[in-house]
C-alpha cells in the first residue's frame, strides 16, 4: 500500500523546503515564458531567465490576476501544446469571459497525490469509504476530490451534488466514513437526517468530512461537528490552482497547512500591493510551482488569510493559513465600516434557538443604507413573540459590539429563506448609489 503521509517532504526543514522551491520556481518561470501571455508580459517588462536569480527576486515578477485569465481565454496561458494537456477546468464569472485552466497528465497526477495527502493529514485511509457531495463537471471539488480518494484507496462514492434523501441512503446503505461537502449543506444535510428520524452518531458510521468552497466561521464547524457527530476539517482551493487541496488543515485543527513544494506563498497588502507584516491579515498570492500546461506566477486570489507563526505540532512545516475570512469582493462597505459575512455568521452560531439559514439584505431606506439580517429559527424554538423579541434584541446586541452598526434582524420559521444547493449566496445588495 502507498501511503500518503509523506513524511520527508511534510517536514523538510525550511532551507531544503526553499531550496527545493527555488529549484522549482526556476524551471517553472522558463515554462511559463513559453506560453503567449508570459511571453509578453516577460518582455514588457524586461524579465529574462537572468533576472530572477533568488527565491527572494519573485517580486520582480508582476501579479497574475483572473482578469488577465479572462482576457487571455481560452488557450493564452498554455505553457505546452494544446496536444499535450489531457483536461481543462472553466469557471464561470458573472460578466465576461469564463477562465481556463489547463492540466498535463503530470498535472493531474500530482494534484491527485496532493488531495491524497491531505486527506491522509486527516487520518483516512484506504479503509475509508468516501462520498463526495460536489457537483462533478467544471467544478473542482468533484473530480479533484474524486481522483484525490481513489489514489489515497478509499472506496468512493461520486454521490454529486443534490436530492439530500438519496445522500442519505447513500450514508448509511455503503457506511461513509467520510463526506466532502459544503458547510452550507452540512448544516442541510444534518437537518434532514434528523427531520426524517436519521441519528447521524446512531444510524451511520460518519466520522470525517471535509468542508470547504466557501467562508464559514469557527462557530459553523463547531455546529456542523457537533450536529452530525464528527470531525471537520477546513479545505481550501480554487480552480485556478487546480481545486481542492491547495491548503487543508491537520487534526490540529488549528490552521491550514498550504503545501510549499506545490506554491510559494506570499500575503499582501490588497492596497498597497506590498507584502505584510508576519502574521498579519492580507490577500493570499500564489505561484504555482510543480505545473506543467498552466504555471501561475503571483496570483492574486482575493481570498483574504494570514501565515500562522510559530511550528506547528504535528510536525508538518508548509506554511499554516488561518481559516479564510472571505474574499477582498466579499467585502461588504456599509456606512464607512468594513465588515465579512462571517463575522456575522460567528455570533449567529452561537445561539442554539437559531437555524443554520441565515441571508443579509444591503437596502437603501431614504437616504441612508440599512443592513437587514434574517435568520431563520432551530427547532428548538418557540413562536412566543416576546421571547423571540428578547432573543433579536440580544442578537443585535451582540452584533453590534462586533461590527460597530446596528442590523435588523428578522427572525424567521424555519425553512422560509432559499436553500442552495451549490456555494451558499449570502448577501443580497439592493442598495441604491445616492
Ligand atoms: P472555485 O474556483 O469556484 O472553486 O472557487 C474558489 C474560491 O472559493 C476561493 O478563491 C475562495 O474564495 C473560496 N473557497 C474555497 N475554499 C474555501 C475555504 N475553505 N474557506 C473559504 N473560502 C473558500
Ligand atoms: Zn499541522
Not at 107 to 136: H, I, K, P
Not at 336 to 347: H, T
Request: hydrophobic share 35%; aromatic share 8%; charged share 25%.
Amino acid at each position: 500500500m502507498t501511503t500518503y503521509w509523506q513524511r520527508e517532504m511534510e517536514t523538510l526543514s525550511r532551507e531544503k523546503l526553499e531550496k527545493l522551491q527555488w529549484e522549482r520556481l526556476k524551471d517553472t518561470i522558463e515554462a511559463a515564458g513559453r506560453s503567449p501571455f508570459y511571453k509578453k508580459r516577460f518582455a514588457e517588462n524586461g524579465i529574462t531567465a537572468g533576472s530572477i536569480r533568488s527565491l527572494g527576486d519573485l517580486h520582480k515578477i508582476p501579479f497574475t490576476t483572473k482578469d488577465d485569465l479572462r482576457n487571455t481565454y481560452p488557450f493564452g496561458m498554455a505553457a505546452i501544446p494544446l496536444k499535450e494537456c489531457v483536461r481543462l477546468h472553466s469557471s464561470s464569472g458573472t460578466t465576461g469571459n469564463p477562465t481556463v485552466v489547463l492540466h498535463s497528465r503530470k498535472d493531474l497526477e500530482e494534484w491527485a497525490d496532493q488531495v491524497a495527502r491531505c486527506m491522509y493529514m486527516v487520518g483516512l485511509r484506504d479503509t475509508d469509504v468516501f462520498q463526495n457531495t460536489s457537483g462533478y463537471g467544471m467544478f473542482t471539488g468533484g473530480l479533484g476530490f474524486q481522483y484525490g480518494a481513489e489514489r489515497l484507496g478509499a472506496l468512493t462514492i461520486p454521490a454529486a451534488a443534490g436530492n439530500t434523501k438519496r445522500q442519505i441512503k447513500f450514508i448509511k446503505d455503503f457506511h461513509v466514513t467520510c463526506l466532502h461537502i459544503i458547510p452550507s449543506y452540512a448544516a442541510r444535510l444534518a437537518e434532514v437526517m434528523y427531520e426524517t428520524g436519521v441519528d447521524p452518531r446512531r444510524d451511520t458510521q460518519l466520522r470525517t468530512i471535509c468542508i470547504g468552497a466557501e467562508p464559514h466561521s469557527e462557530e459553523q464547524r463547531k455546529r456542523i461537528e457537533q450536529l452530525l457527530g464528527v470531525k471537520a476539517y477546513n479545505c481550501f482551493g480554487m480552480s485556478e490552482m487546480n481545486g481542492p487541496g491547495v491548503a487543508f488543515e491537520c487534526t490540529e485543527q488549528n490552521g491550514l497547512h498550504v503545501w510549499e513544494d506545490y506554491v510559494v506563498v506570499e500575503v499582501i497588502d490588497p492596497e498597497t500591493l506590498l507584502p505584510v507584516r508576519d502574521g498579519e491579515v492580507g490577500e493570499l498570492v500564489l505561484t504555482t510551482i510543480n505545473r506543467e500546461a498552466m504555471p501561475l506566477l503571483r496570483y492574486r486570489t482575493r481570498d483574504l488569510t494570514r501565515i500562522i507563526q510559530g511550528d506547528c505540532p504535528c510536525g508538518r512545516t508548509h506554511k499554516r493559513l488561518s481559516r479564510f475570512q472571505g474574499r477582498s469582493d466579499d467585502m461588504i462597505i456599509m456606512k464607512g465600516v468594513n465588515l465579512f459575512p462571517v463575522q456575522i455568521e460567528n455570533i449567529l452560531m452561537q445561539f442554539n434557538e437559531l437555524g443554520n439559514n441565515w441571508l443579509i439584505t444591503l437596502e437603501t431606506v431614504g437616504n441612508s443604507d440599512e443592513m437587514l439580517i434574517e435568520v431563520e429559527l432551530s427547532d428548538l424554538f418557540t413562536d412566543d413573540y416576546s421571547v423571540l423579541q428578547r432573543l433579536a434584541k440580544e442578537i443585535t446586541r451582540q452584533l453590534k459590539d462586533e461590527l460597530l452598526l446596528t442590523p435588523r434582524i428578522k427572525l424567521v420559521a424555519k425553512g422560509s429563506l432559499p436553500v442552495m444547493e451549490g456555494k451558499a449566496v449570502r448577501v443580497k445588495d439592493l442598495r441604491k448609489l445616492l
